[in-house]
């Protein structure tokens, strides 16, 4: 059953990473208190989404091409930016996540993971398919371009943005979409930045974003901090016992609030 919000503040769970604490520390650094879980297969400890009010899915290795039946790429990607274990654990936490109906992010290759346990594929390798450049990290820096937000998408609502610039480091991205999702934001055609659920009155909050928020540079960006705090508000508006935590961090006091639907 899932957990509610306490005086201890929200309790968020983030996918492990090579990076994993670049997620920790953004949460950490948010207005409110945020408690973060780190769910991995190392720890083996997916039930813990269970005492989550919302899951972040984290950025990092390639997801298997087998998993959107395109087994015939192994050859064409390297295999050390596959890593099967991280797959089979997040794919089970997306599924408790779902059953739950719980907030999810899903950042670069989260929103991609996502979009193939949605029933989407994968453009494998963007210069290799599109011959398009600009996206990958160069010498492990990420790059910078503009993204074209779709209007009255939920990306659109929370920015306040039809335009913006992001960091960037991939060199994957959502080819064909999942089931029930829609595109919120393309950088060039055909590259896929953003999505979301088609009706999101129907779901649980879900936005996927193929940029990294949570190391932008400029971290008051609305397409840093504004989609933090919508993920962070969905959960203090939706939990039905949530606690508002209001200069936890300056005065080590919780104002104890109840959330008035």
């Known amino acids: 059953m899932k957990t509610s919000a306490s005086i201890n503040g929200i309790t968020v769970g983030v996918t492990d990473c090579a990076r994993y604490t670049n997620y920790e520390r953004w949460f950490l ?16 400890n997916v039930d813990d989404v269970e005492k989550c009010q919302g899951v972040v899915l984290s950025g990092g290795e390639d997801v298997d091409p087998r998993r959107y039946k395109r087994p015939d790429l192994l050859d064409r990607l390297e295999l050390a930016d596959i890593d099967e274990k991280r797959d089979r654990f997040e794919w089970e936490v997306i599924a408790l996540a779902l059953t739950l109906k719980l907030p999810m992010l899903g950042i670069c290759r ?13 453009i494998f390798d963007i210069p290799t398919v599109t011959n398009i450049n600009g996206h ?31 960091n960037s480091s991939h060199h994957q991205c959502v080819e064909t979409l999942g089931k029930n999702l829609l595109v919120a934001a393309r950088a060039e055609e055909p590259i896929v930045e953003a999505m979301q659920y088609q009706n999101v009155d129907e779901y649980p909050f879900y936005l996927g974003v193929q ?29 039905k016992s949530a606690i508002e935590m209001h200069s936890l961090k300056d005065n080590g006091m919780a104002e104890n609030l109840m959330i008035n639907e």
């Open 29 to 44: 650094d948010a207005p409110v208190k945020v408690n973060v879980i780190r769910l991995s297969y190392s720890l083996n």
């Open 136 to 166: 990958a990290k160069v010498q492990g820096i990420d790059q910078r371009h503009d993204i074209h937000v779709v209007e009255n998408t939920l990306l659109n609502q929370i920015t306040g943005c039809v335009k913006g610039a992001v």
């Open 110 to 122: 989260g929103m991609q993971l996502f979009n193939v346990y949605q029933g989407g594929t994968l």
């Open 211 to 239: 940029w990294h928020p949570e190391r932008m540079v400029d971290q008051s960006s609305p397409f840093s901090y504004n989609i933090r705090q919508a993920f962070l508000d969905y959960i203090i508006e939706h939990d």
